[in-house]
């Protein structure tokens, strides 16, 4: 039976405080439109996605009231009436992730690229996401999740993992390569240092703190960097990359600080992908070293279905595992401050079953 209301978390306006209710109205099965499904949570990652959203922090401002959260796992409990075709079934495992909805059929949607359809729905930010116990999805668009993945292994591999997997796939970096990661010991960063050593590339992590370092080391970076330290960050990146500098750099930091060298410090022909999304930051790259190492800069932004089944698929065969730790949904608040402060080692998870 589906209760008639649940536990959420709530933004009223942005950059106001979090408040966790206890009775948030569930939408019902037959409120569902065809195509949209009711979907029980198990747990949601983090993201730093989130807090943005939350604080109002970028150009576009997330719907308010704001119910964040786009790395849930859970439980088709209801489909709705006259759906068509529906490639899940009720009691399948299934992930929501950044790109809720999108049409399918306008030319970005046919070429692979739905994230930008202008029909385009965003959990936790143009719709309402995965920080309360149930969820409206849609089935167009929700990730079975692979039978050997725990639920809350498998979450934030739903946005983190699905975002740098194709960011280092379009990178074009190749086995061999050298591949530096700012935000390394971050959320999307510790998955890149994973899906990055699993493709064959020589990972140069960067980021801070001793907690980090041991981390991305453990989990396949050959060399590391702390940003706070260093006192000539493009000297030492290409010191520790054979005087040559990285093939390519994927930036996940959160600030737009970690983006400023990198023309500098990559080597000719290198890729700059672009990832972390601070609000309101710009790229100031030099016209003239850009052109004359032909560098490439490019936008990589969350991924496709393909992408997310790709990135699931990697994860379920023991090739990159989230390290992060589980806590109940009021700990949400204080996971955004630990985040600001550049605290969060990994990931932070929430159990939605508590
Ligand atoms: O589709 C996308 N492009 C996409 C998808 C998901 C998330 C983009 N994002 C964005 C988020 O909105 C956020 O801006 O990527 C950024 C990182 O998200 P996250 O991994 O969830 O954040 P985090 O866990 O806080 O990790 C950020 C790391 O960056 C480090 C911090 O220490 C932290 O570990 N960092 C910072 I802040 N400045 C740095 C610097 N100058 C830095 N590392 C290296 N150099
Ligand atoms: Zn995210």
């Given amino acids: 039976t589906i209760p008639k209301t649940q ?3 709530i933004v009223q306006s942005a950059g106001e405080a979090l408040k966790i209710v206890e009775d948030h109205p569930v939408t019902q099965p037959e409120q569902l439109a065809p195509g949209e499904c009711l979907v029980k949570l198990e747990c949601t990652g983090v993201c730093h996605t989130d807090l943005h959203a939350a604080k109002g922090d970028w150009p576009i401002p997330a719907k308010t009231p704001l ?18 075709d529906s490639p899940v079934q009720l009691g399948d495992r299934v992930g929501i992730k950044w790109l809720a909805y999108s049409c399918l059929d306008c030319e970005y949607c046919r070429k692979g690229l739905e994230q930008v359809c202008p029909k385009g729905k965003y959990s936790g930010f143009t719709v309402d996401g995965t920080f309360s116990q149930y969820v409206v999805s849609w089935v167009s668009h929700v990730t079975p999740i692979p039978e050997n993945l725990e639920s809350s292994e498998a979450a934030s591999i739903l946005c983190a993992g699905i975002t740098v997997y194709r960011a280092i796939k379009y990178s074009n970096a190749k086995i061999g390569d050298w591949i530096c990661l700012p935000g390394a010991g971050g959320g999307l960063g510790h998955l890149a240092v994973q899906y990055a050593a699993a493709m064959g590339l020589r ?8 907690e980090k370092r041991d981390l991305v080391l453990k989990l396949g970076a050959e060399k590391w960097i702390d940003f706070r330290e260093t006192k000539d960050l493009v000297a030492d990146i290409k010191a520790a990359t054979g ?39 710009k790229l100031a790259a030099d016209i003239f070293f850009t052109v004359i190492k032909s560098i490439s800069i490019l936008g990589s932004y969350v991924g496709n279905r393909q992408d997310a089944r790709e990135a699931l698929e990697i994860a379920s065969r023991g090739k990159v595992k989230c390290y992060f730790s589980l806590k109940p949904l009021s700990c949400l608040e204080e996971t955004y401050k630990g985040m600001e402060e550049g605290k969060v080692v990994g990931r932070v998870v929430l159990d939605m079953k508590q």
């Fill in 243 to 281: 005087g040559q500098g990285p093939n390519a750099a994927v930036v996940t930091a959160a600030n737009s600080a970690a983006y400023e060298q990198a023309i500098d410090y990559l080597r000719p022909g290198g890729y700059l992908m672009m990832v972390g999304l601070p609000g309101h930051g």
């Fill in 7 to 9: 536990k959420a978390a």
């Fill in 67 to 84: 119910i964040g959260g786009h790395e849930g796992v859970g439980i088709v409990v209801a489909i709705g009436a006259h759906t068509q």
């Fill in 203 to 210: 990972v140069l992590a960067i980021d801070t703190g001793a």
